[in-house]
C-alpha cells in the first residue's frame, strides 16, 4: 500500500499586475487583467510506496517546494487529490512552531506535541533530543536569545526524532555548520534504514543521489522524469 498518493494534482497562483491603487483603477478602466494564474502545478500524478526514498528535482520555481507543502498538508490542490497514511514529519519551515518567548526544554514540548506526539513519547526521547543539538547549556534560556544556529539545531533535533512514518525535507541540510550537517544526514540515513518514507528537495544533486533511490524530475509544473535518482541528476545536468 502506497504511503503517499499524488493524483492529477493542479496548483495555481495568481500574479498580480498592479502596484498601486491608481494603477487597479486605470486596469479595471482599461478591462485589463488585475491578476493572472500561474500554473506552478500542473497536472501531476505518482505514488510513494513506504520505505521509499525520493528526491524532488528540478530548477528555481519548478514547483518542488510546492509539492512538498502540499504533502505535508501546509498547502490543498485546487484540483486532484493528495493523500498520505501515517505520521507526516515535514522539515520544511523548520522551527516554525517555536514559541521566542519559551525556553528550549519548553519549545521542545510544544514541537513534539505540534508533530503529534504524547507528552510521555516526548519524556522518553528528551535526552536524545537535547544531546543531539548540542546546546544543553541553554536549555532554559528563551529561544529569542539563541543564535540562529542553535535555533535551527533545536528545531531540527525535535522533528528528526519525533515518531513519523513520512520524513518531508526542504533544503535543511544546506544551512548550520558542516559538522552538524554531517550528523543530520546520517540520522536521516538511519531513519531511511528504519523503514521510514522520505522525500527531499535540495539543490546539492550529489547529496540527494546518493541518499536518494529516486528521482522525480519536475519541469514548469509538470513531471519530466521519474526513475533512478543517478539518471534524474544527469537528465538535470544535462
Ligand atoms: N504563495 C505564492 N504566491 C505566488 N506564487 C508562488 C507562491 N508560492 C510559490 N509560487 C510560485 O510557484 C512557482 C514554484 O515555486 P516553488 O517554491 O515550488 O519552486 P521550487 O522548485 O521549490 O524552487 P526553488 O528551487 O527556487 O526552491 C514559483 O514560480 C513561485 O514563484
Do not use: W
Not at 502596484?19 to 486596469?27: C, D, G, N, P, Q
Not at 522525500?199 to 522524469?225: P, Q, Y
Request: aromatic share 6%.
Amino acid at each position: 500500500m502506497p504511503r503517499i498518493v499524488v493524483d492529477a494534482v493542479h496548483k495555481d497562483f495568481k500574479l498580480r499586475h498592479t502596484h498601486s491603487i491608481k494603477e487597479t483603477f486605470v486596469a479595471a478602466v482599461k478591462r485589463k487583467p488585475l491578476t493572472t494564474d500561474f500554473h506552478a502545478l500542473d497536472g501531476v500524478s505518482f505514488e510513494i510506496g513506504e520505505g521509499e526514498s525520493v528526491a524532488l528535482l528540478g530548477f528555481n520555481g519548478s514547483g518542488k517546494s510546492t509539492m512538498l507543502k502540499l504533502i505535508s498538508g501546509v498547502l490543498t490542490p485546487d484540483q486532484g487529490r493528495v493523500l498520505t497514511r501515517g505520521r507526516v514529519a515535514g522539515l520544511i519551515e523548520v522551527g516554525a512552531g517555536f514559541h521566542p518567548d519559551l525556553s528550549g526544554r519548553e519549545n521542545i514540548y510544544l514541537n513534539a506535541a505540534i508533530l503529534g506526539m504524547t507528552k510521555k513519547e516526548t519524556d522518553d526521547r528528551y535526552e536524545q533530543i537535547v544531546e543531539f543539538s548540542e546546546i544543553e547549556q541553554f536549555i532554559d534560556t528563551e529561544v529569542k536569545h539563541y543564535s540562529s544556529g542553535m535555533f535551527l539545531r533545536l528545531a531540527f533535533s525535535v522533528a528528526i526524532h519525533t515518531e513519523v512514518d513520512i520524513l518531508l525535507i526542504d533544503e535543511i541540510l544546506s544551512v548550520g555548520d558542516e559538522p552538524f550537517q554531517k550528523k543530520c544526514l546520517a540520522r536521516i540515513r538511519q531513519l531511511h534504514d528504519q523503514g521510514k518514507t522520505l522525500v527531499v528537495v535540495s539543490h546539492d544533486l550529489d547529496m540527494v543521489a546518493s541518499l536518494c533511490e529516486r528521482g522525480i524530475l519536475l519541469r514548469g509544473g509538470k513531471i519530466a522524469f521519474d526513475g533512478a535518482s543517478d539518471e534524474a541528476v544527469g537528465k538535470m545536468r544535462a
